[in-house]
């Protein structure tokens, strides 16, 4: 076999703490996940992971080690998601001679020179933009309009992209099965090869709608969202038996986890599950959405357990980079936001490397996180809610007040952390972002180093200034 390791990385769509037994959840939704569960026991459990407000942030932010608004890519509006500068996790695997897989949802940029196989993935099969879109064609007034539904693409390398299938509603509900036939054909052709692959594997389940394939409708005691969990966790099986078929599980990360929380805004209101022991859910500033679900396994060299410390998913990148040995991996020309986790991964030490890390909503910086401690200077309900500036920001405790109902713990505001911890952090990072950001809606061939632009009047510098004045 060869001497890298594999890495799948199982990547689910909206789902919470919630809806997995492992952590807790699954039965108060009607569904079991017995797989994942046996899964979890093999590996390391995450309680505090945590991720960007939407999709598309997380995604971008998953691939590059960056914060989205970092790298520009807080949308995939036309004309907008990750420029060719950006390394990502693939573009440096390819320098081992990994072969490199995505199946799924890619959601950082759908035009050429923005697709995945532009950032070292060798073969896409799956969707640019997001799920919902599988909707329009059976829309009344969509068929009115004149426009063209999208449709599934496949990329076999830079330049080579074809559309396929239009994404309806039956491509939607059976798609799931696609990805895991192309998947486990990746698997066997890799290790025939023995060649190391990179698979990212992102599942379209718990995005709306929730379509549950046919053998799974009705196979919960919950509602088509709880039959969906279980879709998953039957799905994430077949990929793990496969593994086990080939005889790479000692040789094989498997990273199972997901890009935010429960979708609490656009599901229907009887169908929109748990957020598990936080509230909220997508496109909130309320934990149940930053913090979701993240279980690793590599056995033999992760140790198994839980872990409450801390990791961001734009960890991810120089973690993965530490594990398959690739130190040199890691991009030395631009600020990294992710933090290497590998040694509190391995279980090596048990203390993660990350005590905080900043909130964003698109561009707009909405608080921090620091150990048990959230501050937030603006707060979003839902998809639907304003985004409500605070006159005063919010010093919540999370460990006395997991439900976020109270502006501060009134026995102890702790204002010091306002002025010791929070104050100096941010206007680090803005400074940071002032020097070494690329403009949203830059084009794809956007170089920073290139680039004529006059930063010292960023615009992030201007919020700091909102957020500080008179304090």
């Not at 995505?102 to 799920?131: M, S, V």
């Not at 692959?197 to 718990?206: A, D, L, P, R």
Request: proline residues 6%; negative net charge; charged residues 25%.
């Amino acid at each position: 076999m060869a001497d890298k390791p594999n890495i799948l990385y199982f990547h689910m769509d909206n789902v919470s703490h919630g809806d997995f037994g492992c952590y807790g959840g699954a039965f108060p939704i009607g569904a079991e996940t017995p797989n994942v569960d046996r899964f979890a026991e093999e590996g390391k459990i995450l309680t505090n992971y945590n991720v960007e407000a939407q999709c598309t942030p997380t995604r971008s932010a998953l691939m590059t080690g960056r914060h989205s608004v970092r790298t520009g890519c807080i949308s995939v509006v036309r004309g907008s998601g990750i420029v060719s500068w950006e390394r990502t996790i693939a573009s440096q695997l390819k320098e081992l001679g990994y072969n490199n897989a995505i199946l799924g949802k890619w959601h950082c940029g759908n035009e050429p020179g923005r697709y995945p196989t532009d950032f070292g993935f060798d073969y896409w099969y799956g969707i640019g933009g997001t799920w919902d879109e599988a909707l329009w064609p059976s829309d009344p007034w969509f068929q009115k309009s004149g426009l063209e539904p999208h449709r599934v693409q496949e990329s076999t390398g830079p330049g080579h992209f074809e559309e396929l299938e239009v994404l309806d509603l039956d491509v939607r509900q059976n798609i799931d099965l696609t990805f895991l036939e192309k998947g486990k054909q990746w698997m066997e052709d890799s290790v025939a090869k023995d060649e190391p692959f990179f698979i990212y594997f992102n599942h379209s389940n718990v995005h709306l709608p929730t379509l549950p394939r046919e053998e799974y409708i009705h196979s919960s005691n919950g509602d088509s969202l709880a039959d969906c969990i279980q879709m998953i966790d039957g799905d994430f099986q077949q990929l793990l038996d496969k593994i086990d078929e080939l005889g790479i599980k000692e040789d094989t990360i498997v990273v199972f986890a997901a890009d935010n929380g429960r979708d609490t805004s656009f599901h229907a209101k009887g169908n929109r599950g748990a957020s598990g022991n936080f509230r909220g859910g997508y496109f909130s500033t309320y934990e149940g959405n930053n913090r979701t679900v993240c279980v690793t396994r590599w056995p033999g060299k992760i140790e198994p357990g839980k872990s409450d410390g801390m990791m961001h998913v734009t960890d991810w990148f120089p973690t993965l980079m530490n594990l398959v040995g690739h130190e040199e991996g890691i991009p030395t020309d631009r600020v990294l936001d992710g933090i290497d986790q590998s040694a509190f991964i391995r279980g090596e030490q048990e203390e993660s490397n990350r005590e905080y890390f900043h909130m964003f909503f698109d561009k707009l910086h909405v608080g921090m996180r620091w150990r048990n401690f959230k501050v937030l200077t603006h707060k979003i309900e839902d998809g639907f809610a304003p985004i409500e500036k605070l006159a005063t920001p919010h010093i919540l405790n999370l460990t006395v007040n997991p439900d976020e109902d109270e502006p501060v713990y009134y026995s102890v505001v702790s204002s010091w952390l306002l002025y010791d911890i929070y104050g100096p952090k941010t206007r680090e990072l803005m400074q940071s972002l002032a020097a070494d950001s690329i403009p949203s809606g830059s084009p794809a061939d956007y170089d920073p180093h290139e680039a004529d632009d006059d930063k010292k009047d960023h615009p992030l510098l201007e919020k700091l200034g909102e957020v500080f004045h008179a304090r």
